[in-house]
């Protein structure tokens, strides 16, 4: 059984840090791409950044710069690192592994909140 499992989130000031992280396991980690996406209250979910198999990545505009995606396939984890957060980056984070074969799979999703 495939399993996602997302960490790291919480509260933080604004212009603070965060690192996320995606822990998979029940697959074979390094064939999937991954995505983080997050949800605002009231807000479609969007793509906040994704890393390929091979390690090239994509960013939304609104984190470039601030954001860096990451994974260590030794660890089957992907990480999300957040910069100068600020109270319009407040969501719950999903990660997701993509792939055209096989099937994709999402985690439960981890809160972060930025606030003075």
């Known amino acids: 059984q495939v399993q996602l499992v997302e960490s790291g989130g919480g509260l933080v000031q604004p212009g603070g840090s965060l690192r996320l992280s995606c822990a998979a396991s029940?697959?074979?980690?390094?064939?999937?791409?991954v995505a983080w996406y997050r949800q605002a209250p009231g807000k479609q979910r969007e793509l906040v950044a994704d890393?390929?198999?091979?390690?090239?990545?994509n960013y939304a505009d609104s984190v470039r710069g601030r954001f860096t995606i990451s994974r260590d396939n030794a660890k089957n984890t992907a990480y999300l690192q957040m910069n100068s957060l600020n109270p319009e980056d407040t969501a719950v984070y999903y990660c997701?592994?993509?792939?055209?074969?096989?099937?994709?799979?999402w985690g439960q999703g981890t809160q972060v909140t930025v606030s003075s």
């Open positions: 997701k592994m993509i792939s055209h074969l096989w099937p994709n799979y």
């Open positions: 029940g697959t074979d980690f390094s064939i999937y791409a």
């Open positions: 890393i390929n198999s091979g390690g090239g990545t």
